[in-house]
């Protein structure tokens, strides 16, 4: 049991990263997740935490710093928001590819244009195919537990995979939430110091990323996927451990809150969950049938236990609080991946899409009982007539 | 401490630069090289960024390197290198590793350096990083098929800049000097030379000199390239001499914020001794040939070195 505080999402990460020890920081400044870094100078300034804090030229510097240093055999840390997180696409394949396993912290924030510094989960939602293990905390305690558990999982001999750990901009970067800050001796006792198989050593010179033929790309690319694919167990074991040496509980695909009896419920991730639950007590207390599921890791995706969990419903309402323009379905795209998760099960679940809280702004409690209702109204016609929603305009 | 090398026969017998690439034969960047490699000795990291020195080095998951290397996008060379160098410094101040510091060594072509790499090797230069960043200029992005670059020469050929009736002189912009971008402006600098392939012991006493000087030390390497410049293969050597004895290459170093030649010709030679032995100048007409050499007129200037322009007669 560490000391208890109130602390907001970004100075929650940046606590994660002192006590896993990082060796090598890169810095660039951009709203919202700028916090988690000036916290990481001060810590270093203070004498909190010995790592090199690299003044980053821009993202793309930052993302590039941390894979020479992750190669060199360092825990490597570095983050970023909105078009940040774009600047920087380039180095997301080869980080994952090279099987390095530095994390980035992205507290989310809308694309341009124009600027908005507002939250929404279409800047790290645009990276999901890099070969990360990706999820998104709801609260800055799941912040900091996640950061941990992300190294303890990306560095594991049998992953060696990089970590986007994700957050809502402003709602969980900015907004103070308890947060239990562990020991130092208890996160010593969960995360290993970082041992890779290829490093960059005089003593033992290897060659890292020579060209290829094509006729070798296939296997390559086969070896990741299979490191993606390998990675569930651990992900689950990692979770198991972590209960044990800090207390805290979390499921490690997709938490259900209030689900027991539920006809219909919403699926969505982060911080936004936060305000669903408030409307799902609230409905429950007026009788209805309702409740949540909360994604905590979209990377890989947890094809089977969604499939399982919204097996059980007979409506869900997928919030997607990022923008996907031309997708399937026409909502965004974990709705399109729900429904691929739960195809096998025909017609049985009915799913409709939702986008909701663009640009920053709060899915209101005034959305979600509209969510409620539509859902509702589709269990009673056993139709979905319009499969897509884009909130506030269509609802 | 490298020391310095006195001549030929003093040299390093042992080499890091191996069999094992595929560089075009005459290829001035291979040549240079395993001249750097063997000045830098086996205490070294090499960052390479995509280009020559990395597809035609390692084409068939290979590699000639018996020292670690890694591969870095053509864009980040210096932040690469800058996180390799915070890694070691971090790692041995931690205990964390048993390793010495390594010599760390970026090799950039003139694109991944003066061009699309431009950003992150400042940066790097700018936080004072203990790395050498070596430019092999073969003047052109030569591994995509000879496109121009900043640092290709005005009146070059290129399949970017091809001579035509309406660009006549084919390229019309005059090159970047990225050796002078580098000298001023990065408080942290702490070497700075220029190099040819064709001076080895020169060049391989500048790659020492930068891996002692424990900061940022850039070395600019001139490395005739035989299919984009369009000479015979077995002249590389000979071409990168007639760049000096012309002056459109300048052989010095930077110090105490002073240009310093390293070598001086008796007597320079006029331009055309240098391009009409190449391919990619046989389309220029007087009026360009006179354009090129008050170029290369101005270059000797900036280094404290007054020529009366030669009088063009061809």
């Known amino acids: 049991m560490g000391v208890k505080k109130r602390m907001s999402g970004c100075v929650a990460t940046a606590n994660a990263i002192r006590l896993a020890d990082v060796d090598v920081i890169c810095s660039y400044p951009i709203r919202p997740y700028t916090g988690i870094m000036s916290e990481l100078a001060r810590m270093v300034a203070d004498g909190e935490l010995d790592a090199e804090f690299v003044l980053g030229e821009g993202e793309h510097g930052q993302l590039s710093v941390v894979y020479g240093a992750a190669a060199a055999g360092a825990r490597a840390f570095t983050g970023s928001s909105g078009v940040g997180v774009m600047y920087a696409m380039e180095l997301y394949s080869p980080i994952s590819g090279e099987r390095l396993p530095l994390q980035m912290c992205i507290a989310d924030r809308t694309l341009d244009p124009p600027g908005d510094f507002g939250s929404e989960q279409t800047d790290a939602m645009c990276c999901r195919d890099q070969g990360w293990i990706q999820g998104w905390a709801s609260t800055p305690q799941e912040a900091l537990d996640i950061s941990l558990m992300y190294y303890r999982i990306g560095e594991d001999p049998r992953v060696l995979l990089p970590q986007y750990a994700c957050q809502d901009g402003y709602f969980v970067s900015h907004i103070l939430g308890e947060v239990d800050v562990p020991t130092q001796a208890e996160v010593k006792a969960f995360l290993p110091p970082y041992k890779n198989h290829h490093v960059l050593d005089v003593k033992n010179p290897m060659i890292i990323g020579a060209q290829i033929e094509p006729q070798m790309g296939p296997g390559l690319q086969y070896q990741r996927y299979l490191a993606v694919e390998g990675s569930r167990k651990v992900i689950e074991e990692v979770h198991e451990e972590f209960a044990d040496i800090f207390g805290r509980k979390y499921d490690p695909w997709i938490e259900e809150y209030m689900t027991e009896g539920a006809e219909t419920v919403i699926f969505i991730q982060g911080g936004h969950a936060e305000t669903g639950k408030t409307v799902v007590r609230r409905l429950r207390n007026l009788g209805e049938k309702v409740g949540l599921v909360r994604l905590r890791t979209i990377r890989p995706f947890p094809t089977q236990q969604v499939r399982e969990c919204l097996s059980r419903f007979k409506a869900v309402g997928v919030i997607d609080n990022s923008v996907s323009f031309g997708i399937a379905c026409s909502a965004g795209i974990l709705l399109t991946e729900v429904r691929a998760a739960i195809y096998d099960m025909g017609d049985k679940v009915k799913t409709v899409g939702f986008v909701a809280g663009l640009g920053g702004e709060m899915i209101t409690h005034d959305e979600f009982y509209k969510v409620f209702k539509k859902l509702k109204e589709v269990v009673k016609t056993g139709r979905v007539d319009k499969e897509s929603y884009w909130l506030p305009f269509e609802l | ?314």
């Open chain 2, 1 to 314: 401490m490298l020391e310095e090398i006195k001549s030929i026969k003093k040299a390093p017998v042992e080499e890091y630069y191996v069999p094992g690439h595929r560089t075009c034969a005459g290829c001035g960047p291979a040549l240079q090289y395993r001249l750097v490699a063997k000045a830098a000795g086996p205490n070294t990291i090499f960052l390479g960024p995509t280009g020559c020195m990395y597809v035609a080095n390692t084409s068939y998951a290979c590699g000639p390197w018996a020292t670690p290397w890694m591969h870095t996008q053509i864009t980040n060379g210096g932040a690469v290198a800058s996180g390799v160098e915070a890694a070691f410094k971090a790692m041995i101040r931690k205990h964390k590793t048993d390793a010495e510091f390594p010599n760390i060594i970026v090799m950039a072509g003139d694109g991944g350096t003066s061009d699309i790499g431009i950003q992150a090797l400042s940066a790097a230069f700018y936080r004072g990083h203990n790395i050498l960043f070596i430019c092999y200029d073969n003047e052109s992005y030569a591994n995509t098929g000879i496109q121009a670059s900043p640092m290709t020469p005005y009146g070059a050929w290129t399949t970017f800049t091809p001579a035509g009736p309406v660009v006549p002189e084919g390229k019309k912009l005059m090159p970047k000097d990225i050796t002078k971008i580098m000298a001023h402006g990065h408080p942290e600098l702490k070497y700075l030379a220029t190099a040819s392939l064709s001076y080895p012991i020169d060049l391989m006493n500048k790659v020492r000199k930068g891996l002692n000087a424990n900061g940022p030390a850039f070395l600019y390497i001139h490395a005739p390239c035989p299919k984009g410049w369009s000479f015979p293969a077995d002249k590389t050597v000979e071409i990168g001499k007639l760049a000096v004895e012309t002056g459109m290459i300048q052989l010095y170093e930077l110090i105490d914020g002073e240009y310093k030649l390293t070598y001086k010709p008796t007597k320079y030679k006029p331009i055309t001794e240098y391009i009409k032995y190449q391919g990619r100048f046989s389309h220029l007409q007087p009026e360009h040939i006179e354009k090129l050499q008050q170029f290369a007129n101005q270059r000797l200037k900036e280094v404290g070195v007054e020529v009366e322009a030669p009088t063009i007669t061809t």
